[in-house]
């Protein structure tokens, strides 16, 4: 049973900083494609950011130089720093786990809520 646990969501203010956390078990971090996607209300759900097994970063144009993915292979996590944060950040964001590039297989956490509000 594949499971994603992410962490670290919340309030912040406008220009502040968050970092999001995402723990996998069920033994694939070492073979999946893992992202971050968000969902703001009465929008579709976007892709953030997401990165390779080998490392390899891609990330939406409204959030480059900005906020930065990485992961930890040892800890089977995947983390998301988000810096200069904005209102229009505001959104539940969530961690994806996919089997690229064939993409047959997905797996999803539950969603941590980001709120950027002064």
């Known amino acids: 049973q594949v499971q994603l646990v992410e962490s670290g969501g919340g309030l912040v203010q406008p220009g502040g900083s968050l970092r999001l956390s995402c723990a996998a078990s069920?033994?694939?971090?070492?073979?999946?494609?893992m992202g971050w996607y968000r969902q703001a209300p009465g929008k579709q759900r976007e892709l953030v950011a997401d990165?390779?097994?080998?490392?390899?970063?891609n990330y939406a144009d409204s959030v480059k130089g900005r906020f930065t993915i990485s992961r930890d292979n040892a800890k089977n996590t995947v983390y998301l720093q988000m810096n200069s944060l904005k209102p229009e950040d505001t959104a539940v964001y969530a961690c994806?786990?996919?089997?690229?590039?064939?993409?047959?297989?997905?797996?999803w956490g539950q969603g941590t809520q980001v709120t950027v509000s002064s």
């Open positions: 994806n786990a996919r089997n690229y590039p064939w993409n047959t297989v997905n797996y």
């Open positions: 990165i390779s097994v080998g490392g390899n970063t």
């Open positions: 069920g033994n694939i971090f070492d073979r999946y494609r």
